[in-house]
């Protein structure tokens, strides 16, 4: 009689169909998203424990990976964002303008009576929390997945601005926490393209949701 499957076996099948499922909707956003996130695994899974060498090599590999997840998660952020702006209709809801300008990384002020828009620094997790929040992401996972989100990039931070007298000492946790993250949130897209903006004003809207169009009767 075959036995009923582990509760790791379980957890261990949806994160590998999380894993499947991130690599397919990179894929689907194009550019080198798919690429990096390769390239990231790859780096990880030459640094596995189970294979044999020395152990500062092994961290040359790991601190390669760390960096090259990073830039995959930025690069998946980035696209997907892009995707987003573009419908603008996201989940039912209709964006903002200052949602819109974030996701874009621009941010407008008044200027001799102009309205100018200029660059915008806002950092990859705080763009990526808002578009988990938009396309209302789990939010039982999301605040185990940002905890380790924030311990990559503490790690990855130390990597790119090292100090005197100071040194990394890097692990496989390093880089899940930006694997788990992007599968969050290609879980919460999905991978589907979103429908075309709204043309309709806020009243045409309203009236939709009553079941009810604007028309003259001519009696």
């Known amino acids: 009689m075959d036995q009923a499957p582990t509760t790791d076996g379980v957890s261990q099948g949806k994160e590998l169909q999380g894993l499947l499922q991130l690599f397919e909707n990179a894929g689907k956003l194009g550019g080198p998203v798919s690429e990096l996130w390769t390239d990231a695994l790859h780096l990880l899974l030459d640094a596995l424990p189970t294979k044999r060498m020395r152990e500062e090599r092994r961290q040359r590999i790991l601190r390669s990976s760390v960096l090259m997840a990073s830039a995959a998660s930025e690069a ?92 990394v000492s890097v692990d496989h946790e390093a880089v899940v926490g930006f694997f788990r993250v992007a599968m969050l949130l290609s879980a919460a897209w999905g991978g589907k393209e979103f429908g075309p903006a709204s043309s309709r004003s806020d009243y045409e809207r309203l009236l939709a949701g009553l079941d009810v169009s604007p028309r003259t009767t001519v009696h």
């Open 76 to 167: 998946f952020v980035n696209y997907l964002a892009g995707k987003v702006v573009e419908a603008e209709d996201i989940r039912g809801a209709r964006l903002t303008e200052f949602e819109r300008d974030c996701l874009r990384g621009k941010r407008r002020r008044l200027e001799k009576g102009e309205v100018r828009e200029e660059r915008q620094l806002l950092s990859t997790k705080e763009r990526c929390l808002l578009l988990l929040r938009l396309l209302k992401a789990d939010r039982d996972h999301l605040q185990r997945e940002t905890g380790l989100l924030e311990k990559s990039i503490e790690v990855r931070d130390k990597i790119v601005h090292p100090k005197p007298g100071t040194s």
